[in-house]
C-alpha cells in the first residue's frame, strides 16, 4: 500500500458525508473506499485499473494499492477535497 503523508487528509465526518466513498470495516478497522476507482482510472489511462483498490482511513490517510501519486493526487481533486 502507498501511503503519502503530503497528500491532504479530508476528515472523519467528510468522508461520511461523501457521495464518492463507501465505508466498509475490515478486521475492525473502519475504511473509505473510494467508489469507481476502475472508472476514473480509465479515463485518465491508467494502463491496468482493474482490481486496484483505494480507500481512506478515519484520520484522512489515503492508501492505494497500484495507484501511483499522479493518480491518487487526482482522485481526491476528482473527489473535491472528498467532500
Known amino acids: 500500500m502507498t501511503d503519502h503523508d503530503d497528500i491532504p487528509r ?11 466513498t463507501e465505508k466498509r470495516t475490515i478486521d475492525g478497522e473502519a475504511r473509505y473506499y473510494v ?6 482510472l480509465k479515463a485518465w489511462g491508467h494502463p491496468n ?13 489515503f492508501h492505494a494499492q497500484g495507484v501511483d501519486r499522479e493518480n491518487q493526487l487526482r482522485l481526491i481533486g476528482a473527489l473535491g477535497g472528498v467532500a
Open 10 to 20: 479530508p476528515s472523519e465526518e467528510q468522508l461520511d458525508a461523501s457521495e464518492h
Open 35 to 40: 467508489k469507481d476507482l476502475e472508472k476514473h
Open 49 to 61: 485499473p482493474d482490481g486496484l483498490v483505494a480507500y481512506f482511513t478515519p484520520d484522512g490517510k
